[in-house]
Nanobody
Framework: QLQLAESGGGLVQTGGSLSLSCAASGSTVDGYAIGWFRQAPGKEREAVSCISMSGKTTIYADSVKGRFSISRDNAKNAVYLELRSLKSEDTGVYYC?????????????????WGQGTQVTVSS
């Protein structure tokens, strides 16, 4: 069974950058499309980005376009999310999720496997 573990979160100032990682175990990630989601305190979980199984297709939420970048390294069994020009509204717990198959989407109900999350806090 696929298991996911996020890392790389932390406290950063407005305008700063972070690199998040999503490490897979129990199975190889190359059979899955991967999404990143986040949840701020008191708010619903929202989609951030996703990447297709091949890595050729990426999708971003409007709120992060041009600032965040998703990538994957199937040889390392990992997916990454680069966060740049961070804003206070980017604060939240970031989760990676996986769905078997090629195509990814930004609806959380499409995903079957979830990590435990990593906290990102952006201070002004």
């Amino acid at each position: 069974q696929l298991q996911l573990a996020e890392s790389g979160g932390g406290l950063v100032q407005t305008g700063g950058s972070l690199s998040l990682s999503c490490a897979a175990s129990g199975s190889t990630v190359d059979g899955y499309a991967i999404g990143w989601f986040r949840q701020a305190p008191g708010k619903e979980r929202e989609a951030v980005s996703c990447i297709s199984m091949s890595g050729k297709t990426t999708i971003y939420a409007d709120s992060v376009k041009g600032r965040f970048s998703i990538s994957r390294d199937n040889a390392k069994n990992a997916v990454y999310l680069e966060l740049r020009s961070l804003k206070s509204e980017d604060t939240g717990v970031y989760y990676c999720a996986a769905v078997r198959g090629h195509w990814c989407g930004l609806q959380d109900y499409e995903y079957d496997y979830w990590g435990q999350g990593t906290q990102v806090t952006v201070s002004s």
